[in-house]
């Protein structure tokens, strides 16, 4: 599909991040007996909003897949978030690495089941030397815990600044995110990049996640590129 003539290629953010809220819901609204049945949909739209943005010439690309309090939902949930990776994971690898995808991910990935962890240090390697834009997975993550964890890093903590604290958080290499998108209409940032996000521009449409697809994300960066970023000064 063609990318919008609206979105100014000359303009485009670098980092853009997506909180895909509102699987669960999208299943139940549709009067499928479980919420899982819409994670399932909503793992899909994640490989293509990610194929798209890369398309369009995003660097990268974070997506909030899992956060530490998605450990509270029921098991069977869970179980499903997981089967659906063990699933996938090898043939959508293939897709990224034929557009030439960097995986990485971003927190603590020890708490998932051993063979996970194994599967996605596989995909990490695999794509390692992409280098068309990169793909972070935001699993087993929180914005407060990412400030802890880089606390518990500091050895000498009056050296610290607010420039350079950000080099001891979750990768730190990759730049603050430009705009962040949270579907479903839910206004809440949920403690995703509390830090890197000081300054981003945030966009909260009322689309669910699995409804999403190519000109949503087209809409998104011509939603991105009508805002004025002034950083708190006035040009």
């Not at 009067?31 to 194929?51: D, L, N, Q, S, T």
């Not at 603590?108 to 972070?136: G, H, S, Y």
């Not at 730190?172 to 962040?180: A, G, M």
């Not at 000109?215 to 590129?225: A, N, T």
């Amino acid at each position: 599909m063609k990318i919008s003539k609206k979105i100014d290629m000359s303009r485009l953010p670098k980092h853009v991040a997506f909180i895909m809220d509102g699987n669960g819901r999208w299943a139940l609204r549709r009067g499928m007996p479980k919420r899982w049945m819409g994670h399932r949909r909503g793992y899909e739209k994640m490989i293509e909003a990610v194929e798209r943005s890369a398309q369009i010439g995003i660097k990268v690309i974070s997506i909030y897949g899992f956060s530490t309090e998605n450990w509270n939902r029921p098991q069977e949930e869970l179980d499903e978030i997981f089967r659906l990776i063990r699933d996938n994971m090898h043939s959508d690898t293939d897709r990224l690495m034929e557009k030439g995808i960097k995986v990485i991910s971003m927190g603590d990935i020890t708490r998932f089941p051993k063979d996970l962890q194994d599967k996605l240090a596989e995909v990490k390697e695999k794509t390692k030397n992409n280098n068309k834009c990169i793909f972070n997975l935001c699993i087993n993550y929180s914005g407060k815990s990412d400030i802890v964890q880089a606390i518990r890093k500091i050895k000498d903590v009056k050296s610290i600044t607010e420039k350079n604290f950000g080099e001891y958080l979750y990768n730190s290499d990759l730049p603050d995110p430009d705009f962040i998108v949270r579907t479903s209409g839910e206004y809440r940032t949920s403690n995703y990049m509390m830090w890197q996000a000081a300054y981003s521009e945030w966009y909260f449409p009322k689309r669910m996640w699995p409804d999403i697809n190519a000109k949503f994300i087209d809409k998104c960066i011509v939603e991105f590129q009508k805002r004025k970023r002034r950083y708190g000064a006035i040009k």
